[in-house]
């Protein structure tokens, strides 16, 4: 059957081969939900940036909150580019950041980090001199030097040491006045640090236009110095910069930067030629080019100030300082003799996202355990586990001996994604691990397609061999045009969207790849070899609906009013009921809670103690922070949802409370714990009136986290004079405890809200024994209300792309069948199963029948409907293009109606078998997760409905709206035809009328 099988072979072993490797050594990245990960917690001084005119002065409430809106989203482009690492950014509180991504490597957290501190603010500016400077302003370059030099020499070179710490520092003498020293040009010029190649000479001195540092010759009017690696930035360097051993120093060039004349800035490239490569010294290099409307200004930019030097600064340090050669009017390039390649690409992505206008700083950061519980995971995986079992035992016995082929080819594809998926570093939630059975069960739909073409063949007398060719070869186009179909989409969801509708087009188009690779090659190679060892038998199958003669397209009209009616139910429900009611945490927000427990609990323990609490608060999610041993912790966090109407009243709440007020997810939390919390830091407090003695009597109770020595504690409270008694409650003769009752004389009328203050400064720089410091104990330390994923912005983004996506449909199915009828048809059918599928969740998920809330795992779940419905679809248009084509050849008329009733009789068989296989995955999900609490509850019902939808729009709407499309412009041409002849007016021809075959399709 195959001429080169040999090689063939070869290339599916190197491709099995490739995912074992991958597999055997990359780590799977496992999702928040499965595995736990890493919580960042960040704040934005907005009062230190509007000091600093970042943020005008006078910036309203919504201004600000557009700023950190903005700095979320870039964030979020930034750790997570391409969606498929799963990261998690939201608003914390005022002016926090709240992200948490699955467990990361020590190397991965900290370029994690530097991604999200780096301001990513680049500049394109020229170095000041005195032939170009506009306006009446003048440099006096070398008399600026000499003021920088002094400055740097004050006060026994501690200006210098200040620079060497932090780069950023120069500021401090750029905004000095000139009668204080500072820049004789005022604000029209600033000093700006540069990073020259390693120098092991230790170049001390300041170097004149003819001095020559190991990168060339020292820019004329500059200030040279050597620093060690240690004093540098904080001993953070780039790692050419080391090269020289430890200690060694290296040159620090400081450029006078022109601040009064033009400049360009990140805004101007063009992001989508930002990318790494080679430059012109042979070493890592950015490049770039400017935005189509600014390259003109560019280029005369360039040409103005030909010979002379421009500075390009990132993050106020300037990489390059090259001259201007001539006009630049393309490409061009960003090099620096310390450039490395992992300090490029990291450049690249943070000059691809844009820059922040605010630094946001590292408040905490907490290792978190799996948002699902263990009851959970076991349960979705079981469900998820079971479907496969199903799947591949249908599969068996539908289709025999052909059946454990198409399992085999069914096994060498899910490696195959697997092993692509980890290699991509793509992280792997229980969503997208039940989708990749939903994979397995749209990848059997090429098998069947095969098959099915097999057994016709087979019914017409063809001999096996003929049959098997003649089945892959007509199976083939129909098999690539449904997956091209939805690859497109694919393409599209990825440019066009953002966060997890990226991730999802990722691993839709890898699964496609992998689908049409095992169904040519792995099972058409598996067939070729058993029939050169006639092992295929007769290769019986069974049969269902293998006569079918059903006339679909006689009820046209009345599926389209029970569709109609469907919809419009669903869209009544979706506009009327509140958003509450309707969408999750991730697009509602709601509050992060960190508490810590007295004794070792896991996180499902947890949960069943909230049971009341949940009922309250909705979406209470659960997980350990930090040390975690054989699953129990003390300290977790618990998320809530919070609705609109919780949130408004807890806003009025708090403005008529002021700064003592306690929300009520707070203290609804302390009164559903009660005593599993630890006790606060300070308890127990009473000051007793003595009238006998000049001194009164005080008591108060200390709590402490860890183990704390008695004999420290009372060496720390001596201070406080007089007699003081100091009580172990853990255990009175115990050295070590963690509660301690304190006893001591105090001043006459001391409140007693004073002790605390009294106590707790005595007691600060306390240390256990292992010289920690001590921490207070604090039942609930952290209560943060928390903004959704970026509600809007993904929406948006959303919408974009599919609607760009549906277009790119349309266009394609219209250069494949060679009109637009099968390509509008295609997609109304799409949009009718998403709209169907919507008003089934909005419902019942209000109704409180399924827990199946709007989340970013329920955009999964419509997206996967899309890609299974329009797939589905383009099987049936692709028989029809078939029949029509046989007609035309044979020269035969042929009823429109009566040609789409028989192509999809045709695949009748093929449509159920393929239903029938994915809905046994899907049935097991929610079987197995109904009223479980899992987040495949939603998930699965969302699938469940879409795929029958999905079915029933391939039989019941796609294809008649096909028809409807042909009678109206068979209609449109007859009229034409009478207004052409004179005729006013014409008997209506009677639709679904027999008409010449070259008539069928314009």
């Known amino acids: 059957m195959l001429e080169n099988a040999r090689r063939q072979v070869l290339l599916v072993a190197l491709a099995i081969a490739a995912s074992l490797l991958v597999l055997a050594l990359t780590p799977l990245n496992y999702g928040l939900d499965l595995s736990g990960g890493v919580q960042l917690v960040y704040e934005v001084d907005i009062q230190d940036s509007k000091d600093k005119g970042i943020?005008?002065?006078?910036?309203?409430?919504?201004e600000v909150s557009a700023v950190l809106d903005s700095t979320v989203q870039i964030i979020l482009e930034r750790i997570d580019p391409q969606g498929t690492r799963e990261a998690v950014v939201t608003r914390r509180g005022e002016h926090g950041i709240l992200i948490e991504l699955p467990r990361l490597s020590e190397a991965d957290a900290l370029t994690v980090e530097s991604q999200i501190q780096d301001l990513g603010r680049l500049e394109f500016r020229m170095l000041a001199s005195e032939q170009y400077a506009k306006g009446g302003v003048s440099f006096n370059v070398r008399e600026e030097r000499r003021r920088l030099q002094e400055w740097l020499d004050a006060n026994d070179g501690a200006n210098r040491k200040l620079v060497a710490a932090d780069p950023e520092a120069i500021d401090i003498f750029n905004k000095l006045g000139v009668d204080v020293g500072g820049p004789q040009a005022g604000e029209n010029l600033k000093w700006r640090a540069k990073l020259v190649e390693p120098n092991l000479d230790n170049?001390?001195?300041?170097?004149?236009?003819?001095?020559?540092?190991?990168?060339?010759p020292i820019t004329e009017g500059s200030a040279v110095a050597a620093f060690t690696a240690q004093e540098w930035n904080g001993g953070i360097v780039p790692d050419d910069a080391k090269k020289g051993g430890g200690g060694k120093p290296f040159l620090v060039e400081y450029l006078p930067i022109n601040w009064h004349e033009q400049k360009f800035d990140g805004q101007d490239l063009d992001p989508s030629y930002t990318r790494a490569g080679l430059g012109r010294n042979g070493r890592a290099a950015i490049h770039y080019q400017m935005r189509v409307d600014r390259q003109t200004a560019y280029a005369d930019w360039s040409e103005e100030y030909k010979g002379q030097r421009s500075a390009i600064i990132l993050n106020n340090i300037v990489y390059s300082a090259p001259t201007f050669l001539g006009q630049i009017l393309g490409a061009a390039e960003i090099s620096s003799d310390t450039f490395t390649q992992r300090e490029v690409d990291a450049l690249v992505r943070t000059l691809r996202t844009g820059s922040l206008q605010v630094k946001p700083i590292r408040q905490s950061r907490d290792n978190i355990g799996a948002t699902l519980g263990q009851r959970s995971i076991?349960?979705?995986?079981?469900?998820?586990?079971?479907?496969?079992?199903?799947?591949?035992?249908?599969?068996?016995?539908?289709?025999?001996?052909?059946?454990?082929?198409?399992?085999?080819?069914?096994?060498v594809n899910v490696l195959l994604i697997m092993g692509i998926v980890v290699f991509l570093r793509a992280t792997l939630t229980l969503p997208g691990l039940a989708g990749l059975v939903l994979t397995m069960g749209m990848a059997v739909d090429s098998n069947i397609l095969i098959y099915e073409r097999i057994r016709e063949e087979l019914e017409r007398g063809k001999e096996m061999l003929q049959a098997c060719r003649a089945g892959f070869e007509r199976a083939l186009g129909t098999i690539l045009d449904a997956n091209l179909t939805t690859f497109i989409a694919g393409i599209v969801l990825y440019q066009l969207g953002t966060g997890p509708v990226r991730g999802f087009a990722v691993t839709l188009m890898v699964g496609i790849v992998t689908t049409i690779f095992t169904a040519y090659y792995v099972t058409r190679l598996m067939f070729h070899f058993m029939l050169e060892r006639d092992a295929l038998g007769s290769l019986r199958f069974s049969a269902w609906l293998k006569n079918a003669n059903f006339d679909f397209m006689r009820a046209r009209k009345l599926w389209f009013g029970i569709s109609i009616v469907?919809?419009?139910?669903?869209?009544?429900?979706?506009?009327?009921?509140?958003?509450?009611?309707?969408?999750?945490?991730?697009?509602?927000g709601g509050a992060n809670l960190k508490v810590v427990l007295r004794e070792q609990k896991t996180a499902d323990e947890v949960r069943d103690l909230l049971g009341e609490y949940a009922k309250r608060f909705d979406g209470v999610i659960v997980n350990t922070v930090g040390d975690v041993i054989d699953g129990k912790a003390t300290r977790f966090s618990i998320r809530v949802k919070l609705s609109d109407t919780q949130r408004t009243a807890i806003d009025a709440e708090r403005r008529a409370a002021g700064s003592d007020y306690q929300p009520p997810y707070l203290t609804a939390l302390h009164e559903a714990l009660g005593q599993n919390l630890v006790p606060e830091a300070f308890s127990g407090v009473r000051v007793d009136p003595n009238p006998a003695r000049t001194l009164d009597f005080g008591e108060i109770q200390l709590h402490f986290v860890q183990d704390v020595s008695i004999a420290a504690l009372k060496a720390k409270l001596a201070v406080l004079g007089g007699d003081i008694q100091t009580t172990n409650l853990d255990d009175e003769k115990a050295e070590v405890g963690r509660n301690f009752k304190v006893e001591f004389d105090v001043v006459k009328e001391t409140p007693p809200t004073a002790l605390f203050e009294m106590v707790q400064n005595r007691i600060a720089g306390l240390r256990t024994a292992a010289g920690q410091p001590v921490e207070l104990s604090n039942p609930i330390p952290e209560s943060s209300e928390i903004g959704g994923r970026l509600v809007g912005e993904l929406r948006s983004a959303a919408i974009n792309a599919l609607a760009v996506s549906l277009l790119a449909i349309v266009l394609y199915i219209r250069i494949r069948f060679h009109e637009y009828k099968f390509g509008i048809a295609g997609v109304v059918a799409l949009v009718h199963d998403v709209l169907v599928t919507l008003g089934f969740v909005v419902v019942f998920n209000w109704l409180g029948w399924v827990d199946a809330e709007i989340d970013l795992t329920m955009i999964a779940a419509f997206l996967t409907?899309?890609?299974?419905?329009?797939?589905?679809?383009?099987?049936?248009?692709?028989?029809?293009?078939?029949?029509?084509?046989?007609?035309?050849?044979?020269?035969?008329?042929?009823?429109?109606?009566?040609?789409?009733?028989?192509?999809?009789?045709?695949?009748?068989?093929r449509t159920i078998l393929t239903t029938a296989t994915v809905m046994l995955v899907v049935i097991a999900q929610f079987a197995v997760n109904f009223q479980a609490g899992t987040t495949l509850e939603g998930f699965s019902f969302a699938l469940l409905v879409g795929m029958i939808s999905g079915t029933y729009s391939t039989v019941f709407i796609a294809s008649p709206i096909?028809?409807?499309?042909?009678?109206?412009?068979?209609?449109q041409a007859e009229a034409q035809a009478q207004v052409a002849t004179g005729q006013i007016t014409a008997a209506p021809a009677t639709p679904g009328s027999a008409v010449p075959s070259g008539e069928a399709g314009s």
Not at 566 to 588: E, H, M, S
Not at 877 to 885: A, W
């Open 378 to 411: 076991y349960l979705a995986g079981l469900s998820i586990a079971l479907g496969g079992i199903l799947l591949l035992a249908f599969v068996m016995w539908y289709y025999r001996l052909a059946g454990f082929i198409a399992c085999a080819a069914l096994a």
């Open 962 to 971: 096909v028809l409807w499309l042909w009678d109206r412009e068979r209609e």
């Open 566 to 588: 469907v919809i419009g139910i669903g869209l009544t429900a979706f506009a009327t009921i509140p958003n509450d009611d309707k969408y999750g945490i991730d697009f509602t």
């Open 865 to 909: 409907i899309i890609g299974y419905s329009i797939n589905d679809t383009i099987v049936i248009f692709d028989r029809v293009r078939e029949n029509l084509s046989d007609a035309k050849r044979l020269g035969e008329k042929i009823d429109r109606a009566a040609l789409l009733n028989r192509s999809v009789n045709q695949t009748l068989s």
């Open 203 to 216: 170049l001390s001195h300041w170097a004149a236009a003819e001095s020559f540092g190991p990168a060339g």
């Open 55 to 62: 943020i005008p002065k006078n910036a309203t409430e919504a």
